[in-house]
């Protein structure tokens, strides 16, 4: 089965400085197929302006083999403008996307920072988007560790 996700650009950050974590599990189930992730060409160069700020210390060269695999294996989303309140106009992108995706099928929003975004059962964090993937994640997390 395949999931649906919108990942926030802190969710990403968190994944690369710390591998070993929720965030790097969503990551790794990500270049896994496992989780199919969703965006658009602002949320691609939000994910360059951040992870490119100096005091992460990634090289150019992480920053693009990491934007362009969720590139290449993303699906990219023609989302509409919403009229919906953030305290971060940052983050409407991301959810703009998610509400786009989840017309057509289940589409989560994974997130550091969910109070910034609406209480909605799609809003999630990395740890609940790895418990929603639940034993599935389990047999594929045995397999990374042979």
């Known amino acids: 089965m395949k999931y649906y996700a919108v990942i926030d650009t802190n969710v990403l950050v968190s994944a690369l400085l710390k591998w070993n974590s929720f965030p790097g599990n969503v990551l790794e189930l990500t270049y896994r197929g496992m989780i199919v992730p969703l965006l658009d060409e602002r949320i691609a160069q939000e994910y360059r302006e951040v992870l490119a700020r ?28 919403l009229d919906t309140e953030l305290p971060d106009l940052k983050d409407r992108v991301f959810y703009e996307v998610v509400m786009e995706e989840r017309k057509l099928e289940d589409a989560y929003l994974v997130t550091g920072n969910i109070k910034h975004f609406p209480a909605k059962p799609f809003v999630v964090t990395p740890r609940q988007m790895i418990d929603i993937i639940g034993e599935i994640y389990d047999i594929v997390i045995e397999d990374m560790d042979r």
């Open 54 to 81: 100096p005091k992460f210390h990634f090289t150019r060269s992480i920053i693009e083999d990491t934007v362009g695999e969720l590139e290449q294996l993303g699906i990219y989303v023609d989302a509409k403008e």
